[in-house]
């Protein structure tokens, strides 16, 4: 029988893996527009989720209150479902970019 954290990285690799696959998630700000959340296309890079948004975008806009974040992700097969907290920070790195 599998152990506990043996499980744990088994569906985080399934995460990673079924996000490059497919990365549409619903993104949203916590605690901003009612924590409203937008369809958004991941970026995957070495284990970081990258999000590109025009400075005019609400939920760019919405980093001067919170940067707090909530993703909901289904995968393709809906077989995986994922809610997804973590923080949103810019990063105009043009070498990232």
């Known amino acids: 029988m599998a152990t506990e ?3 744990q990285e088994k569906l985080e690799k399934k995460l990673w893996d ?3 696959s497919s990365g549409f998630v619903m993104l949203g700000l916590q605690g901003v527009d009612e924590s409203f959340t937008r369809p958004m296309t991941a970026q995957i890079d070495n ?5 590109f948004a025009a400075r ?3 939920l760019v806009k ?3 209150r919170t940067n707090r974040a909530i993703a909901t992700f289904a995968s393709k097969g809906h077989d995986l479902f994922a809610s997804i907290n973590g923080i949103l920070t810019i990063d105009n790195d043009r070498a990232v970019i």
């Open 62 to 64: 919405g980093l001067g």
């Open 56 to 58: 005019s975008e609400d």
């Open 47 to 51: 284990g970081r989720i990258y999000f």
């Open 5 to 7: 954290d043996e499980v």
């Open 18 to 20: 079924e996000l490059e």
